[in-house]
């Protein structure tokens, strides 16, 4: 399908949804793939069903919002697989409440992980990438950080960051012959989209009907694909680029 065979692609969050489907893609086309979550399970449930299909994937246990574990598992990759050529900042967590009951602790620990863990690992991957003449790095935003929505103050602000980190990090490392792009999904079939779901009082169903033009909610293999081609050779031209992945849900402010 993509010209990742060979090449080292570590993933965070990839104990399920988005992250486990790119893990999964990535392994099904020939990469070596670095399984990282905070829940060891998940993680190695991921690994398991990797090498059920024939693939090669490792899983490291990882807070994103620790620079020492930034360090460890990167070094940890570099031993196992001898480089790195992709990272995918997939880690993150979602809250829905008016910005009148959004606590501080709530902010700071969705911004620690939404937004310092890429911070965190572009810094780190930058020399590895650099090592191997050039990467990508691809970084998991939101539609809501293109669109406002009631109750997202926290999400989508982290998810705007998320957006301007790339292009700066694109404009940055573009000498180095290192790509930075972002995705920006809709809601996707995962624990967020039944969160999502519960707070508006719709179903999936419901949901995907009012979101979508194409009348269904985004499957986690929908963004899977566009990550795995912004990790291959086919996109060697493609940075600082803003993948929405939406259905065509178009432009207006959103109303969830």
């Known amino acids: 399908m993509t010209h990742v065979d060979g ?19 990535f392994a099904a086309n020939g990469a070596h793939v670095v399984v990282t979550d ?28 620790s620079e020492e574990d930034w360090v460890r598992v ?8 001898g480089g790195i050529d992709v990272l995918v900042n997939n880690a993150g967590i979602y809250v ?13 620990r969705l911004f620690s992980i939404n937004v310092t863990g890429p911070f965190l690992g572009a810094k780190h991957v930058v020399p590895y990438l650099a090592e191997r003449g050039g990467g990508s790095i691809i970084n998991l935003s939101s539609v809501a ?3 406002g929505a009631a109750g997202h103050a926290c999400y989508g602000a982290s998810k705007g960051a998320v ?38 009082g719709k179903t999936l169903e419901e949901m995907g ?25 086919e996109s060697a031209y493609l940075t600082g680029g803003e993948f ?6 178009g432009t207006s402010v959103l109303a969830v």
């Open 163 to 200: 957006r301007i980190l790339t292009k700066d990090l694109a404009a940055e490392l573009g000498a180095q012959n290192i790509r930075v792009n972002s995705i920006h999904p809709t809601y996707v079939k995962t624990a967020m989209a039944d969160y999502g779901a519960a707070v508006a």
């Open 244 to 249: 929405v992945v939406d259905g065509g849900g």
């Open 209 to 233: 009907r009012q979101m979508s033009v194409l009348g269904r909610l985004a499957e986690p293999e929908d963004v899977a694909n566009v990550i795995v081609f912004l990790a291959a050779d």
């Open 7 to 25: 090449k080292v692609a570590v993933v965070t969050g990839a104990g399920a949804g988005i992250g486990r489907a790119t893990a999964e893609l």
């Open 96 to 108: 829905i409440a008016p910005v009148t009951e959004t606590t501080l602790d709530q902010w700071n």
């Open 38 to 65: 905070v829940r060891h399970e998940e993680g190695e449930e991921t690994v398991r069903r990797i090498a059920d299909a024939g693939g090669t994937a490792v899983f490291l246990p990882h807070d994103v919002s």
């Open 74 to 81: 990167l070094a940890a990759t570099k031993d196992r697989f």
């Open 145 to 147: 950080g293109l669109l």
